[in-house]
């Protein structure tokens, strides 16, 4: 089974989630963008669809889904989205492709986040993956130097911009091993948006893809 496949099969189980009369909260990547491509069959079951991103938006819009603000429907009763790197309990590294705060917002803002990856992501210490962080662009060289002091190695996202207007540091050489805390200390840093830290709210559910099938993880 490649890649694509396992994709394909954590995306088909998420599919499984989705209860009638349901407000859904959209996350971003490759994964989360198959389950999109079949969101249509259960259209009938949703209510209200809120997006994590521009991407994102513009891919259910394809799709035939109206895009819903957060600020109008409340809070929602689920989030699917998927993730850079997975620990046992569920605590995640996201921001891959850019979208951490609205994904961090919409996570919170969700009953149940059902976290959608290949076996591949599923790790016993955070930090392999470099931490993607959200920055102001003025704060961009002091909060590097933030990341510095604690053995973090801050490299610039050439070229992009995050939907919020903001610019990202992606932050190598860390292990974290206190999520939590760590990402209650990251966020503290003047300047910081959002850590791609997403301990205090992580998934409830796991539906890792790999070569033997799928596998669920429960809190």
């Known amino acids: 089974m490649d890649q694509s496949e396992k994709k394909k099969l954590a995306a088909r189980a998420a599919i499984d989630q989705i209860e009638s009369g349901i407000k859904l909260g959209v996350g971003s990547g490759s994964t989360v963008n198959y389950f999109i491509d079949l969101l249509p069959e259960v259209k009938n079951k949703i209510d209200n669809v809120v997006s994590s991103s521009e991407a994102t938006s513009e891919r259910l819009k394809k799709n035939g889904f109206e895009i819903s603000e957060l600020s109008e429907v409340g809070d929602l009763d689920l989030y699917i989205?998927?993730?850079?790197?997975?620990?046992?309990?569920?605590?995640?590294?996201?921001?891959?492709?850019?979208?951490l705060t609205r994904e961090k917002i919409l996570a919170a803002a969700s009953y149940k986040f059902v976290c959608i990856i290949d076996d591949s992501k599923l790790v016993d210490t955070l930090g392999k993956f470099p931490l993607p962080v959200e920055v102001i662009p003025m704060a961009r060289s002091y909060v590097s130097r933030q990341f510095?002091?604690?053995?973090?190695?801050?490299?610039?996202?050439?070229?992009?911009?995050?939907?919020?207007g903001n610019q990202i540091i992606d932050i190598q050489s860390l292990m974290i091993t206190n999520p939590e805390i760590m990402e209650d200390r990251l966020s503290r840093i003047p300047g910081v948006v959002t850590v791609g830290i997403f301990a205090y709210r992580g998934a409830d559910i796991i539906l890792s893809s790999g070569k033997t099938g799928l596998k669920i993880i429960n809190k």
């Open 81 to 99: 989205d998927g993730a850079d790197e997975v620990n046992q309990n569920l605590q995640l590294i996201k921001g891959g492709g850019g979208a």
């Open 148 to 164: 510095i002091k604690i053995g973090g190695k801050p490299i610039l996202r050439e070229g992009f911009i995050t939907d919020n």
